[in-house]
């Protein structure tokens, strides 16, 4: 590079130092910085909270299919357990009807 050239990039980057600094010191772009970092916030808290919600929704998912898991479980116990009623009362019918006749009655 030569020296105008050298020349030409020292006098650019002071010209755009000096609009940035300019730019910086409008009260429209301070403003809207403002607004963009309070939007930026509530971007974030509204990212966080959908997050909470979705976590939420997860673990009620988990516990609702926990809770089917544990319905089903209690329909299996129940139908056991009416089973072996039943089997019992038969057997108790078998054992009066053989110890019937035993008895001599």
């Known amino acids: 590079m030569s020296d105008s050239d050298d020349e030409r990039t020292k006098s650019f980057a002071d010209r755009a130092r000096s609009v940035l600094s300019n730019v910086a010191q409008d009260d ?10 309070d939007a930026a916030s ?12 979705v976590s939420q929704e ?9 809770v089917e898991l544990l319905a089903e479980i209690a329909r299996a116990d129940h139908a056991l357990v ?5 089997r019992v009362a038969k057997l108790e019918t078998q054992a009066g009807i053989k110890a019937g006749p035993s008895d001599g009655t």
């Open 42 to 53: 509530r971007a974030g808290e509204a990212s966080k909270a959908v997050t909470r919600k």
């Open 82 to 86: 009416v089973d072996l009623l039943d």
């Open 58 to 66: 997860d673990a009620w998912n988990e516990l609702r299919a926990d």
């Open 28 to 37: 429209r772009v301070k403003q809207a910085a403002a607004v963009t970092k």
